[in-house]
């Protein structure tokens, strides 16, 4: 069964940058073409909302609150998936998960997070105006 762990998130002043990171482990692994990863955020009170997306056949999808500020990267050989945050803003605070599911789909729809069931278990990013 596929696992995910996210690592680091932290504190950033407003105009940072920060660099999360995802091991993928089990199967199947990140390098199958069916297999979609993605970064999603969770803010005090708020719904779970996707943030970038990186399908098996290398399509690329971005939020638009964050397009032009993140990017996301897949390492395959690695088994990594990186979500780089520059220009970061207060309103980027949150709790990022790695998530993974059978295709994209449509991720960035409302509450599609709960259609998912892999999981990381979260980093926090804080970023201070």
């Known amino acids: 069964q596929m696992q995910l762990a996210e690592s680091g998130g932290g504190s950033e002043q407003a105009g940072g940058s920060l660099r999360l990171s995802c091991v993928v482990s089990g199967s199947p692994y990140a390098s199958d073409r069916s297999v979609c990863l993605g970064w999603f955020r969770q803010a005090p009170g708020n719904e779970r909302e996707a943030v970038a997306t990186f399908d098996g056949d290398g399509t690329i999808g971005y939020a638009p609150s964050v397009k032009g500020r993140f990017n996301i990267s897949r390492d395959n050989i690695k088994h990594t998936l990186y979500l780089q945050m520059n ?43």
């Open 87 to 129: 220009s970061l803003k207060p309103e980027d605070t949150a709790t990022y998960y790695c998530a993974a599911g059978l295709g994209c789909g449509n991720w960035f729809a409302p509450r599609a997070y709960r259609f998912l069931e892999i999981w990381g278990q979260g980093t926090q990013v804080n970023v201070s105006s």
